[in-house]
């Protein structure tokens, strides 16, 4: 499974990002490879602090220690349609889409510092809350891979 704080497993998200246009395709739900892109990149804004959030209505099983293993410990596929805060989703209060290429570009810059940190001194995820180095490297490489699978890239 991929680490985000791996230097070949992050510049593998980083190719893949690059080959994502305007025009993909999505296999599932109702993003748009755009509001993808932006909706990445405010999710490593917030874990940055860059981004404040609210906590979004989940169920209290899904904030268990169970959940947390699961979504980034085991070898399965995310669920696909799950909600995200509203900060973070482009059609209730996430950053609106406007140029593919600066939108790209603010993602890489967030990633960047996201690997700079290597784990330490983030914001509590929105939902699973404090995170160990590990799960963080986890998080961001499952977070971003899952999206990426979205447009088949």
Sequence with gaps: MGNFFDAGDRA?????????TPDHAGSWGRMSPHQAVCHLADSFMAVLGDR???SPRVPWYVRTAFARFAALTLPLPWPK?????PEMDQENG???PEDFERDRARLEAAMER???RGGEGLEPHVVFGELSVGEWGR???RHTDHHLRQFDV
């Design 114 to 116: 996201f690997a700079a």
């Design 12 to 20: 593998e998200l980083e190719a893949r990002l690059k080959d994502l």
């Design 94 to 96: 996430g950053t609106t």
């Design 52 to 54: 404040a959030l609210t």
């Design 139 to 141: 998080w961001g490489y």
């Design 81 to 85: 349609g799950v909600p995200t805060a």
